[in-house]
């Protein structure tokens, strides 16, 4: 099953190309907000499931194209980062020890919506495709043989990053919790729908050009070890996600005006928008074109407000 929030975070399922207002069904959840809507379906699914499937069926739906699509999850209580999690093709000769970071849920934004560069003197910014899984019950010091019992779905993810902050060393937060760094969506998909999450196909498009295009099967540190150890520091409750990381090979430079698609097997398409105010612009290589060529670090900023100055020539005859 497809769950997804529409228009004004109306509960919607989607059937084929429609999409169908199953709020009626969920009436019944308290809720302060939307968050709490899809928390607490998570949390009972077993429960609505039917309802669900009895409201898809009847309803005569919308078609998707014609509704405003929101975040699934537009407030999780954790938004857990898996941190250098891939093997980067073959190129890492041993995964790098299992790490994480947590993302602040105010950082969320769904399908549509506009990923916002701020003033800051990044050196560059970067969005991360993912595959996003999310919690279906209480998960504390789980085992990783009973992991994926937890699992109740999965989503796209883009892990936006703001690199090379001021001072050294002490830039993480700052780096990742951005508002908007955390594009999420279009909908979320019952674990049920996904025959393998370690075998999904990750392509990401930048104004229509692929970037990114890596599978799951790159993993380092696979889902059921990276809830056992997530649960071991803290207890993520229905709803939370925790997303698994990337294949840093294809990271460009996100830029303004730039259009980024992102699409996980059997996930949908999550769209969104980059805007920059300040129109600063990056070279369009990614880190495998710069290790092609022999390059060093990261694309450097070509223009716009925080651009390094560029080197005065010697004077003749020096």
């Keep these: 099953m497809k769950l997804l929030f ?4 109306t509960l919607g399922v989607l059937a084929g190309d429609r999409v169908v207002d199953v709020s009626q069904a969920v009436q019944d959840i308290p809720r302060v907000g939307p968050q709490d809507v899809v928390a607490g379906l998570i949390a009972r699914f077993a429960e609505y499931r039917g309802r669900l499937e009895e409201a898809a069926r009847r309803g005569p739906g919308v078609p998707v194209e014609q509704v405003r699509l929101r975040p699934p999850l ?3 209580a954790s938004l857990v980062c898996m941190a250098v999690n ?8 041993e995964p790098a020890p299992i790490n994480a970071f947590l993302k602040a849920p105010t950082a969320v934004i769904g399908d549509g919506d506009t990923m916002v560069l701020p003033d800051v003197p990044a050196t560059i910014f970067e969005g991360e495709a993912e595959v996003a899984l999310v919690i279906g019950r209480r998960a504390s010091h789980v085992r990783a043989a009973e992991a994926m019992d937890y699992v109740f779905g999965y989503a796209n993810f883009i892990d936006g990053s703001a690199r090379g902050l001021p001072p050294a060393g002490n830039t993480f937060y700052q780096m990742k919790s951005r508002d908007t760094f955390a594009p999420l969506g279009p909908w979320l998909v019952t674990a049920d729908e996904v025959a393998d999450p370690h075998r999904l196909a990750v392509r990401l498009w930048v104004n229509g050009e692929l970037k990114q295009d890596f ?5 380092a540190h696979r889902i059921p070890r990276c809830l056992e150890w997530v649960t071991a520091i803290h207890a993520l409750e229905p709803g939370d996600v925790l997303a698994t990381g990337t294949n840093h090979r294809g990271l460009s430079a996100f830029q303004d005006g730039d259009r980024i698609e992102l699409e996980t097997e059997g996930l949908g398409r999550l769209r969104v928008r980059v805007r920059d105010d300040l129109k600063r612009t990056w070279a369009r290589e990614t880190r495998l074109d710069r290790q092609r060529k022999g390059l060093e670090g990261q694309t450097p900023q070509l223009t716009g407000k925080y651009a390094p100055a560029p080197r005065a020539r010697p004077p003749a005859g020096a």
């Design 6 to 9: 529409f228009d004004d975070f």
């Design 74 to 76: 537009p407030r999780p």
């Design 86 to 93: 891939y093997m980067e093709d073959g190129t890492r000769a």
């Design 215 to 219: 599978d799951t099967s790159d993993m």
